[in-house]
């Protein structure tokens, strides 16, 4: 199938061979030809990179941004302690993170698909980084402004990171070839849940060696390092899509195009898809319904249930999360098997992965709606882990699925659509808040999970059609 690429003429799979001359310059020849010629591009524009180096790099920099995002949750206690900030001021601090987030997540995505989810990241994560490495400079404030100091550094740490999940749909779209974009996806977001597990476990251990404020700068560090080689090692290449393009323009200019005739891809001229946005929107606010509630409340519930060492909770929090990352390897490698091994269309692979992330968690959950006062901790513990392990699953079927359909769009949807679903975790905070301190109320609920995932299923099933989709905001003419 031709690769699309916005405004330009569909180029083959294959179509161009390519050779580096002596002068620094990129030779091709045509597929079905030997006729060489010299059309003079600069190969260090064009030569690409392997696109496994590029997903590393997005894997760590989502790695390094649930790391920072969730040393807060550990950090809580201490802050609350040495500040005397009381827990609706914590509850401040854990939202300005979020609002943040939200309001840059479509200019990231605008952003990401003018210039490259690489570079947006690389900036995202050297932003991010210094506000964690700074944090800690709200000692010398006045202790009336301390709180107010640590507000502005969590909403600047969530308007920082808020360029990564629109980057990295960016960067897959741009980057990853169309049969292995599944297990991409996998491995980056396999990366993110990661990131929780050594965050819970990790910071508890560092605060009680170095306390909070070194352990802010270590994880600083870590990612300015990470950025460091970036710079290096990712930044400063072109996609192979783009290379290929590049080649094909300076060819076409002295007009030795081997696709005469060739009419313009069909996103050319295209308005907004505002069905399908708001349908991939509605898609992702249940998404992130669920996941804030887990990575919220999951210890909460459990000290409902009886539990008190910080340490047990603390590890059994963490199996949801250690589940999620192990499903989503697998999930990427299988939805990429039945792809290109078993012939399947990628319309048929996005449906079956997106119904098990939005059918299964709702079965897994189904014990603690109709059995909460009697349910055990082993039990709940299973249930949580085996609903967030196979909510997972959408990293192959919804978030490739924007991939498939916006493939020039891919970040600003992923921006619009995260904007909805974190409005939605917002949401689904205070109505959990409310909702735990009322008898019976976790089993409320997990049955408001079960009944938004089950009508997210049925969704699927009505609207996931393949159709393009079109947002072409802040594109160039």
Same mark, same amino acid.
């Given at each position: 199938?031709?690769?699309?690429?916005?405004?330009?003429?569909?180029?083959?799979?294959?179509?161009?061979?390519?050779?580096?001359?002596?002068?620094?310059?990129?030779?091709?020849?045509?597929?079905?030809?030997?006729?060489?010629?010299?059309?003079?591009?600069?190969?260090?524009?064009?030569?690409?990179?392997?696109?496994?180096?590029?997903?590393?790099?997005?894997?760590?920099?989502?790695?390094?941004?649930?790391?920072?995002?969730?040393?807060?949750?550990?950090?809580?206690?201490?802050?609350?302690?040495?500040?005397?900030?009381?827990?609706?001021?914590?509850?401040?601090?854990?939202?300005?993170?979020?609002?943040?987030?939200?309001?840059?997540?479509?200019?990231?995505?605008?952003?990401a698909d003018q210039l490259g989810g690489i570079k947006v990241m690389t900036?995202?994560?050297?932003?991010?980084?210094?506000?964690?490495?700074?944090?800690?400079?709200?000692?010398?404030?006045?202790?009336?402004?301390?709180?107010?100091?640590?507000?502005?550094?969590?909403?600047?740490?969530?308007?920082?990171?808020?360029?990564?999940?629109?980057?990295?749909?960016?960067?897959?779209?741009?980057?990853?070839?169309?049969?292995?974009?599944?297990?991409?996806?996998?491995?980056?977001?396999?990366?993110?849940?990661?990131?929780?597990?050594?965050?819970?476990?990790?910071?508890?251990?560092?605060?009680?060696?170095?306390?909070?404020?070194?352990?802010?700068?270590?994880?600083?560090?870590?990612?300015?390092?990470?950025?460091?080689?970036?710079?290096?090692a990712v930044n400063g290449r072109s996609p192979p899509s783009q290379s290929?393009?590049?080649?094909?323009?300076?060819?076409?200019?002295?007009?030795?195009?081997?696709?005469?005739?060739?009419?313009?891809?069909?996103?050319?001229?295209?308005?907004?898809?505002?069905?399908?946005?708001?349908?991939?929107?509605?898609?992702?606010?249940?998404?992130?319904?669920?996941?804030?509630?887990?990575?919220?409340?999951?210890?909460?519930?459990?000290?409902?249930?009886?539990?008190?060492?910080?340490?047990?909770?603390?590890?059994?929090?963490?199996?949801?999360?250690? =589940?999620? =990352?192990?499903? =989503?390897?697998?999930?990427?490698?299988?939805?990429?098997?039945?792809?290109?091994?078993?012939?399947?269309?990628?319309?048929?692979?996005?449906?079956?992965?997106?119904?098990?992330?939005?059918?299964?968690?709702?079965?897994?959950?189904?014990?603690?709606?109709? =059995?909460?006062?009697?349910?055990?901790?082993?039990?709940?513990?299973?249930?949580?882990?085996?609903?967030?392990?196979?909510?997972?699953?959408?990293?192959?079927?919804?978030?490739?699925?924007?991939?498939?359909?916006?493939?020039?769009?891919?970040?600003?949807?992923?921006?619009?659509?995260?904007?909805?679903?974190?409005?939605?975790?917002?949401?689904?905070?205070?109505?959990?808040?409310?909702?735990?301190?009322?008898?019976?109320?976790?089993?409320?609920?997990?049955?408001?999970?079960?009944?938004?995932?089950?009508?997210?299923?049925?969704?699927?099933?009505?609207?996931?059609?393949?159709?393009?989709?079109?947002?072409?905001?802040g594109r160039s003419a």
């Amino acid at each position: 199938m031709p690769r699309r690429i916005l405004g330009q003429p569909e180029i083959e799979p294959h179509a161009w061979r390519f050779t580096c001359g002596l002068k620094g310059t990129l030779t091709f020849a045509a597929a079905r030809g030997d006729t060489v010629t010299d059309v003079g591009v600069p190969a260090s524009e064009l030569t690409p990179i392997p696109w496994q180096r590029v997903v590393t790099f997005t894997a760590g920099a989502m790695a390094l941004a649930s790391i920072h995002r969730v040393t807060f949750s550990v950090l809580a206690v201490p802050f609350a302690e040495e500040f005397s900030l009381s827990m609706p001021q914590v509850g401040l601090l854990q939202s300005a993170v979020l609002c943040g987030y939200m309001f840059g997540q479509v200019p990231a995505g605008i952003i990401a698909d003018q210039l490259g989810g690489i570079k947006v990241m690389t900036v995202g994560l050297v932003l991010w980084c210094l506000t964690t490495g700074v944090t800690p400079f709200v000692c010398i404030l006045q202790p009336g402004a301390i709180f107010a100091g640590i507000l502005v550094a969590r909403a600047s740490l969530g308007f920082a990171q808020s360029c990564v999940l629109p980057a990295a749909s960016a960067t897959v779209a741009m980057w990853v070839p169309e049969e292995n974009r599944s297990r991409a996806l996998a491995k980056i977001h396999c990366a993110y849940n990661i990131g929780n597990i050594i965050a819970l476990c990790v910071t508890p251990l560092l605060i009680k060696q170095v306390g909070w404020p070194w352990t802010l700068r270590f994880f600083s560090a870590a990612g300015l390092a990470w950025a460091a080689w970036a710079i290096v090692a990712v930044n400063g290449r072109s996609p192979p899509s783009q290379s290929a393009q590049a080649l094909h323009n300076s060819a076409a200019s002295t007009g030795q195009s081997s696709d005469k005739g060739q009419g313009q891809s069909s996103n050319k001229g295209q308005g907004t898809s505002w069905g399908p946005l708001m349908f991939l929107c509605w898609s992702h606010i249940v998404i992130s319904y669920g996941f804030f509630v887990f990575q919220s409340f999951i210890p909460s519930y459990l000290h409902h249930k009886g539990l008190t060492d910080l340490r047990v909770m603390g590890a059994l929090s963490a199996l949801p999360w250690g =589940a999620a =990352a192990l499903v =989503a390897l697998m999930v990427g490698n299988l939805a990429d098997w039945l792809h290109s091994a078993k012939g399947w269309k990628l319309v048929r692979v996005r449906l079956v992965m997106q119904a098990v992330a939005s059918i299964g968690p709702a079965l897994a959950l189904m014990p603690l709606v109709v =059995a909460q006062q009697h349910i055990q901790v082993p039990a709940a513990v299973t249930c949580l882990t085996a609903a967030v392990g196979l909510q997972a699953f959408c990293y192959a079927g919804f978030h490739a699925y924007i991939q498939d359909v916006a493939p020039a769009d891919a970040g600003k949807v992923l921006g619009l659509t995260n904007s909805c679903g974190t409005v939605a975790g917002v949401l689904a905070n205070v109505v959990a808040g409310r909702l735990a301190a009322v008898h019976n109320g976790y089993a409320l609920l997990f049955a408001s999970i079960v009944g938004l995932y089950l009508i997210s299923a049925v969704t699927w099933g009505i609207f996931a059609n393949g159709e393009d989709v079109y947002f072409p905001v802040g594109r160039s003419a």
